[in-house]
């Protein structure tokens, strides 16, 4: 049975994460990702790492074909315009007044390929002062108020690590492509679609993201942890949240002060968390008994707890294998690794993911696929338009 987006094609010329990561989910489900790359490659290969690709490329530009194509060269323009004609999605994160300068604006390739869906990922959006600044995970962090809260308890402005912002937007990019794509099968538009990371940022706080005409705007946004949080075990950490009754309950009960679970002082959450400061001394204590890993196993189900790991243990964990999570791929440098095999799982019609591509590694493949001769593939490369 074929995958759901089985015969779409997308040209990905995206760069760093979120863009490239959002085509990489939409390979997860069948689209032809074609990765084209300016003659240095996506920036993010140069990038440090303890591998000899970067561990980050890797991760995000799975389900990939990569050619190179310089988008500044006469004939390498003229080369994509070929491709967009037969393509079904161009994606790019350069800055709203790149595209333009470079020929390959909405409405140049509209007029080549008329229901193309063209999505644009800037940082800020297409609009305003900020439309033509850098923007970066960090940056849009800081900006948004992701830092400052992160920060709070120590009144320094504090950056998240992991790249959520980038993350996050990257499933941006793949919902707005979706939906496009959608709208397309219903009425035979293409469009063009922005998503952003300042959209990301501020949709990643939806929750705190609420001014009311009657509180001050300096006002606490988060709800609060009351007594949940890390804690240190016999050996390693847990973290455990137990809110409704029946998990406070229990909690009670596996830590060794039963009595509190009746205790009307403490019958409701609002109470506990009035009351946390004497909550949490006495769970600190309880939990060094038993180290995190067996607190686990004996909560199991029955209170919201959890050993503290590293991603590095998420490789071999029986929970992740069983998931189908984890697959392996063999690599020209970096030999074998494990990866992610996909983020999203279609119930039907599913083949497995392939590994990050070498920069140009298929444009001879693509190339021709699209009807390119071999002679023309050559010239290109003489001329410094392809590689």
Same mark, same amino acid.
């Given at each position: 049975?074929?995958?759901?987006?089985?015969?779409?094609?997308?040209?990905?010329?995206?760069?760093?994460?979120?863009?490239?990561?959002?085509?990489?989910? %939409?390979?997860?489900?069948?689209?032809?990702?074609?990765?084209?790359?300016?003659?240095?490659?996506?920036?993010?290969?140069?990038?440090?790492?303890?591998?000899?690709?970067?561990?980050? !490329?890797?991760?995000?530009? $799975?389900?990939?074909?990569?050619?190179?194509?310089?988008? #500044?060269?006469?004939?390498?323009?003229?080369?994509?315009?070929?491709?967009?004609?037969?393509?079904?999605?161009?994606?790019?994160?350069?800055?709203?007044?790149?595209?333009?300068?470079?020929?390959?604006?909405?409405?140049? %390739?509209?007029?080549?390929?008329?229901? =193309?869906?063209?999505?644009?990922?800037?940082?800020?959006?297409?609009?305003?002062?900020?439309?033509?600044?850098?923007?970066?995970?960090?940056?849009?962090?800081? !900006?948004?108020?992701?830092?400052?809260?992160?920060?709070?308890?120590?009144?320094?402005?504090?950056?998240?690590?992991?790249?959520?912002?980038?993350?996050?937007?990257?499933?941006?990019?793949?919902?707005?492509?979706?939906? +496009?794509?959608?709208?397309?099968?219903?009425?035979?538009?293409?469009?063009?679609?922005?998503?952003?990371? %300042?959209?990301?940022?501020?949709?990643?706080?939806?929750?705190? !993201?609420?001014?009311?005409?009657?509180?001050?705007?300096?006002?606490?946004?988060?709800?609060?942890?009351?007594?949940?949080?890390?804690?240190?075990?016999?050996?390693?950490?847990?973290?455990?949240?137990?809110?409704?009754?029946?998990?406070?309950?229990?909690?009670?009960?596996?830590?060794? !002060?039963?009595?509190?679970?009746?205790?009307?002082?403490?019958?409701?959450?609002?109470?506990?968390?009035?009351?946390?400061?004497?909550?949490?001394?006495?769970? $600190?204590? +309880?939990?060094?008994?038993?180290?995190?890993?067996?607190?686990?196993?004996?909560?199991?189900? #029955?209170?919201?707890?959890?050993?503290?790991?590293?991603?590095?243990?998420?490789?071999?964990?029986?929970?992740?294998?069983?998931?189908? %999570?984890?697959?392996?791929?063999?690599?020209?440098?970096?030999?074998?690794?494990?990866?992610?095999?996909?983020?999203?799982?279609?119930?039907?019609?599913? $083949?497995?993911?392939?590994?990050?591509?070498? =920069?140009?590694?298929?444009?001879?493949?693509?190339?021709?696929?699209?009807?390119?001769?071999?002679?023309?593939?050559? +010239? =290109?490369?003489?001329?410094?338009?392809?590689?």
């Amino acid at each position: 049975m074929a995958e759901a987006l089985q015969g779409i094609v997308v040209l990905d010329l995206t760069a760093y994460l979120a863009g490239p990561y959002g085509c990489a989910l %939409l390979g997860d489900v069948g689209a032809d990702i074609i990765k084209i790359e300016p003659p240095g490659g996506d920036a993010v290969r140069q990038y440090p790492s303890s591998l000899e690709e970067c561990r980050s !490329f890797l991760g995000v530009n $799975r389900n990939k074909r990569s050619i190179v194509i310089d988008l #500044k060269h006469a004939e390498g323009r003229a080369a994509f315009y070929r491709l967009v004609e037969q393509a079904d999605v161009v994606v790019h994160n350069f800055r709203p007044s790149v595209p333009r300068s470079l020929g390959i604006d909405y409405e140049t %390739l509209q007029r080549r390929r008329p229901n =193309l869906i063209y999505c644009s990922l800037t940082g800020y959006g297409e609009n305003g002062p900020l439309r033509d600044h850098p923007g970066y995970d960090t940056m849009l962090q800081c !900006f948004t108020g992701i830092a400052a809260m992160q920060g709070a308890a120590t009144g320094q402005p504090q950056v998240m690590s992991g790249s959520i912002v980038d993350y996050f937007s990257a499933t941006f990019v793949t919902m707005t492509i979706l939906s +496009a794509l959608i709208h397309r099968l219903r009425t035979g538009e293409g469009q063009h679609v922005k998503p952003s990371l %300042l959209r990301s940022s501020i949709a990643l706080q939806a929750g705190q !993201f609420i001014w009311a005409e009657s509180e001050p705007r300096a006002v606490d946004r988060w709800w609060p942890a009351g007594y949940g949080g890390i804690y240190p075990t016999k050996d390693g950490d847990v973290f455990l949240q137990a809110t409704t009754p029946a998990f406070w309950k229990n909690l009670c009960e596996h830590l060794g !002060f039963p009595q509190l679970a009746d205790d009307p002082r403490y019958d409701t959450f609002k109470k506990r968390n009035a009351l946390k400061d004497e909550i949490k001394p006495l769970i $600190r204590e +309880a939990l060094m008994q038993h180290t995190a890993l067996e607190w686990e196993q004996l909560m199991l189900g #029955k209170v919201p707890v959890i050993a503290v790991r590293s991603i590095g243990d998420m490789f071999d964990h029986p929970q992740l294998l069983a998931e189908g %999570l984890v697959v392996e791929h063999e690599h020209p440098r970096v030999g074998k690794y494990r990866s992610m095999s996909k983020a999203i799982e279609m119930g039907v019609g599913d $083949r497995p993911t392939t590994r990050a591509p070498m =920069l140009g590694e298929h444009t001879d493949e693509v190339l021709e696929h699209f009807g390119f001769k071999k002679d023309e593939i050559n +010239a =290109l490369r003489v001329k410094g338009a392809a590689a």
